[in-house]
């Protein structure tokens, strides 16, 4: 299975490279994650082997069984929903969090933590009821409220296109977040430079890379199912 890992990230990274090349963008801007929330420990460590260095998961007790034998060694992000009892559990194991989207996460995120956290403000610009995130509307007040809470950094915007074959409904969702986090950094706000894109997974990553992401989450495409 090594194997297989290794030649998906081979493949992951030619198809961003040429994509980069066409767009005229650094690959080098793009971070890949490894999302490892379905898979083994195991697997996990081929990732790591194979030469990705970030990985994600989406739950406290996944992150924590990983953590207990990977360590350090990867950088963590938690991707996923994150209950505000759930943040000690995890808050000294992360680099990022990608889920941020209340208030009384980012204070419980703030209380715990003891150095900033990179955190991305979840939006959720496809309006779908089943997915969590901010309104458009609401990403710049709520972002106005968390300059008290000195261990809150607001790396990015974080959002999920819908799962449809319709290229253009995922296009028209990166591209209003992109719009977005321009207006965030053109604030000129010390924490919360809101410079990086979270968007894009396994079926729809380059063209969050056309529209701008930087950070990619990539799980069945490179450690399987």
Not at 15 to 34: G, H, M, V, Y
Not at 68 to 97: A, C, M
Not at 123 to 135: A, D, I, P, R, T
Request: a negative charge; aromatic letters at 4%.
């Amino acid at each position: 299975m090594v194997e297989k890992v290794v030649n998906n990230l081979e493949m992951i990274r030619k198809n961003i490279a040429d994509t980069c090349q066409r767009i005229n963008r650094d690959p080098a801007e793009i971070q890949i994650i490894a999302v490892t929330k379905y898979v083994s420990t195991e697997r996990a460590m081929e990732a790591l082997d194979a030469g990705v260095s970030h990985l994600g998961e989406n739950r406290d007790d996944g992150l924590i069984h990983k953590y207990e034998i990977l360590g350090d060694k990867p950088t963590w992000h938690f991707i996923g929903t994150l209950q505000t009892r759930k943040v000690k559990n995890i808050i000294d194991k992360v680099s990022y969090i990608h889920s941020l989207d209340r208030l009384s996460l980012a204070k419980e995120i703030h209380k715990r933590a003891d150095k900033p956290i990179s955190c991305f403000v979840q939006v959720n610009v496809s309006g779908e009821q089943s997915k969590h995130g901010l309104g458009e509307e609401s990403v710049k007040e709520f972002i106005l409220q968390l300059e008290e809470l000195s261990h809150i950094r607001v790396v990015g915007l974080m959002t999920m296109a819908p799962l449809t074959e319709d290229e253009q409904i995922i296009r028209s969702c990166f591209r209003k977040l992109k719009q977005l986090q321009q207006e965030i950094q053109s604030l000129n706000l010390e924490y919360a430079p809101c410079t990086e894109l979270s968007m894009g997974m396994s079926n729809d990553y380059l063209i969050a890379i056309e529209e701008g992401a930087t950070f990619v989450r990539i799980g069945t495409a490179l450690v399987g199912e």
